[in-house]
């Protein structure tokens, strides 16, 4: 290998990030380990930087949702490479967010996408999957105490549910103790604000900033 500075390397991570260059990444990572650089800071200072660009390009239209799609699995390739030397207490969490499609909609492209991307960016992510019931996201907010509950409909007969959920969070004395985002082909921002919701997310991006300004 040649040597290179740790700011190259940084660079490298970030760069194959943007590139969606999956060999690239994997390669820069275990650079990163063998020249010294500390995983945490190949994972904030490299690949997340990389993330955020790309989250910059989608916003510009610069990129589409296939680029979105890749850069969030190039971003998983790395962490596999970097996973067994970061120890538990090296990596800041930024908090838990549990993401699902409301009961009788089984279409997941996007909540898939929003889940990758808050992993990508240090969440912790339960993925409840889709055609889930309102009792299922009360018991999961109860139980597994997430910060944040992203909830996702993308069929305009789906809609009500999202305010249902919402409703039984409320009789079981939950809503007060998370935060409810919700997105979807269907939903707008004045929907969001009829059924009590904290914030509409116009799309996967833009969800993953919201959430990261409420837990900073």
């Known amino acids: 290998m040649i040597w290179m500075s740790e700011k190259d390397i940084l660079k490298r991570l970030r760069d194959s990030i943007v590139n969606l260059d999956i060999e690239g990444v994997k390669q820069a990572c275990q650079d990163a380990l063998a020249q010294g650089i500390p995983p945490i800071k190949a994972v904030t200072e490299g690949m997340a930087n990389g993330m955020d660009i790309v989250g910059q390009k989608y916003e510009a239209k610069d990129y ?11 971003m998983k390739e790395g962490m596999k490479v970097l996973e067994p030397y970061l120890k538990d207490a090296e990596v800041k969490r930024l908090g838990k ?8 909609d089984l279409h997941d ?16 992510v ?4 889709a055609n889930v019931t309102a009792d299922k996201f009360v018991e999961v907010v109860r139980d597994q105490k997430p910060e944040i509950l992203g909830l996702s409909a993308l069929l305009t007969i789906t809609m009500t549910e999202l305010g249902n959920v919402i409703k039984e969070l409320e009789k079981a004395d939950l809503r007060n103790q998370i935060k409810v985002i919700v ?7 004045e929907y969001a604000q009829k059924i009590g919701a904290d914030a509409y997310a ?3 991006v833009a969800g993953v900033n919201i959430c990261k300004k409420w837990v900073e």
Do not use: C
């Open 109 to 124: 492209i996007g909540k898939n996408i929003f889940a990758t991307l808050l992993e990508a960016s240090g969440f912790d």
């Open 126 to 129: 339960i993925d409840l999957g």
């Open 64 to 74: 589409y949702l296939a680029e979105l799609v890749m850069a969030g699995e190039v």
């Open 202 to 204: 116009p799309d996967a």
């Open 183 to 189: 997105g979807g082909a269907p939903l707008t921002e």
């Open 97 to 104: 967010v549990a993401v699902g499609t409301v009961q009788g």
